[in-house]
C-alpha cells in the first residue's frame, strides 16, 4: 500500500471513535466529530507538504488541543481556550501515522458534551472495573457526574460519557461502541446505559 493512501485498519480505527473522515484530495486528509453543525467540527487534519529540513514529501498534522490548565474544558461547555496546535517536527512519512497522531492528542469531548447539553439529553452509563479504578475514577475532581457505586461498579452521565468519547488515545477515552478505554494494558470496559 502507498503512504499516501489510507488502510483499512486506519478507516476503521477512525470509526470506531465515532469520526468522519473525509479525504477531499489526495494530499488532503480530514477528520471530524459530530458537534449537530452541518459540517462536523475539525478534530484535527493532515497534508502532505514538502518537510521542512529535506523537502521530501512528509504529512504536516494539525489537532485541535486545549491547554491542561483550562478547566473550562471539563465543565460541559466549549473550552475556552481551544485551538488547533500543528506538529513542529517536519511531518510524518505515512498518512496512518499522522492519523494516528491526530488521535493520540486531539480533544474535543468538550463539543460533544456541549451538544449533550444543548440538546437537554440527560441519561447515565454504568461499568463494572477493577475496585481500585473505580475508587480513581470517582475519585476525580473533574469531570463532575462519576459516582462509585462500591464493588468495582461506576456511574457516568451521558455529559461525562461525551467528554472522554472526545479525549485522546492517550488518555481514558470511551468508543464507539461504548467501551471504556481506561487503561491501555488491560481490556476496554463495557458501559452499559442505565437511561
Excluded at 477531499?24 to 453543525?37: F, L
Excluded at 461525551?162 to 491501555?184: I, K, N, T
Aim: glycine share 10%.
Amino acid at each position: 500500500m502507498a503512504r499516501d493512501q489510507l488502510d483499512a485498519g486506519t478507516v476503521n480505527r477512525v470509526k470506531l471513535r465515532g469520526l468522519v473522515l473525509r479525504q477531499p484530495d489526495r494530499k488532503t486528509v480530514r477528520i471530524y466529530a459530530d458537534d449537530g453543525s452541518r459540517e462536523g467540527l475539525p478534530v484535527g487534519w493532515a497534508e502532505l507538504a514538502p518537510h521542512p529540513y529535506h523537502r521530501r514529501p512528509a504529512w504536516q498534522t494539525v489537532y485541535r488541543s486545549v491547554p491542561g490548565d483550562d478547566s473550562s474544558y471539563w465543565r460541559g461547555g466549549i473550552a475556552r481556550r481551544a485551538g488547533y496546535t500543528p506538529m513542529d517536527y517536519g511531518g510524518s512519512d505515512e498518512i496512518r501515522l499522522a492519523i494516528d497522531e491526530i488521535l493520540s492528542l486531539a480533544r474535543w469531548g468538550d463539543v460533544l458534551a456541549d451538544r449533550e447539553i444543548r440538546a437537554s439529553r440527560t441519561g447515565t452509563y454504568a461499568a463494572t472495573m477493577d475496585p481500585v479504578q473505580a475508587e480513581w475514577l470517582a475519585g476525580l475532581d473533574a469531570p463532575k457526574g462519576i459516582t462509585h457505586l462500591g464493588g468495582g461498579r461506576v456511574r457516568l452521565t451521558n455529559v461525562v460519557v461525551a467528554l472522554f468519547r472526545g479525549s485522546p488515545e492517550s488518555q481514558p477515552y470511551v468508543d464507539a461502541r461504548d467501551r471504556f478505554h481506561l487503561d491501555p494494558m488491560d481490556p476496554p470496559i463495557p458501559l452499559s446505559r442505565e437511561s
